[in-house]
């Protein structure tokens, strides 16, 4: 374990909602852990994960901490299909270096990030109702494409139920995005507009001519009727 950076997200010093106080640059010890388990479940402990996995954990919270492991600490490396990979376990940790998660943070982690493909799409949801606009348009870029547009679109709405009062500037600016990309209609929008530049193939020309003719015709047949 001692080549990985081990991280911890949390709403500033606050445990997530179990209600341990963390002490900052101390050993934090936890009596709710059965350090002779291999059962994740039964474990309990402080969870934590590695730099690379910890972009998908950012929604819970504000703050990174370092995490350090004392060389006494009884750890579990959760190796589980139910689960998802770099997630480990321990009956002691010491946190540090807490570090505010702002745009730049955030883009560090992404591009430090290995995760599985649907994972980049769910984090695209609450990136988004979060702001971070530069990271949701560097992940637009790097990994939409027309091929997988459907599905990213329909991770991105099921992952996070969120009304329409509670859509950001941003999250609207990413539907809109994912839209554009899906419907070939709209390629003429990303002409030379970043963070996704559509290829103008002869398929492609031949669809936008028809979709321009039927609205010719379209607005003839209504200004005739007028």
């Known amino acids: 374990m001692a080549d990985k950076k081990y991280v911890r997200i949390m709403k500033e010093i606050d445990s997530n909602g179990n ?3 963390f002490k900052l640059n101390e050993i934090n010890e936890t009596d ?3 350090t002779k388990s291999k059962d994740p479940k039964e474990f309990g402990g402080f969870n934590f994960t590695t730099e690379d996995k910890a972009l998908r954990w950012t929604i819970r919270g504000n703050t990174l901490y370092e995490v350090e492991i004392p060389t006494d600490a009884k ?5 589980d299909e139910t689960y998802p990979e770099g997630i480990y376990k321990s009956n002691k940790i010491i946190i540090k ?6 745009e730049n943070i955030i883009m560090d982690l992404y591009k430090k990030s290995d995760l599985p493909e649907t994972s980049y799409f769910q ?6 109702l979060r702001n971070y606009k530069e990271v949701c348009r560097k992940i637009i870029k790097d990994k939409v494409t027309e091929e997988n547009v459907k599905t990213v679109i329909k991770t991105f709405k099921s992952f996070l139920s969120v009304s ?5 500037d941003c ?6 995005m994912l839209e554009e990309i899906k419907d070939i209609r709209l390629i003429n929008q990303f002409i030379d507009r970043e963070p996704y530049i559509k290829q103008l193939t002869h398929k492609n020309y031949h669809t936008i001519l ?3 003719t039927y609205y010719q015709n379209f607005f003839q047949k209504i200004f005739k009727l007028a």
């Open 164 to 168: 329409e009062k509670e859509k950001t």
């Open 97 to 102: 270096n807490p570090k505010e998660l702002t």
């Open 171 to 176: 999250y609207k600016e990413v539907e809109e």
């Open 75 to 79: 750890t579990l490396e959760i190796v």
């Open 32 to 34: 709710r852990c059965n």
């Open 210 to 212: 028809k979709n321009i």
């Open 123 to 128: 984090c695209l949801a609450f990136l988004a």
């Open 19 to 21: 209600g341990y106080p």
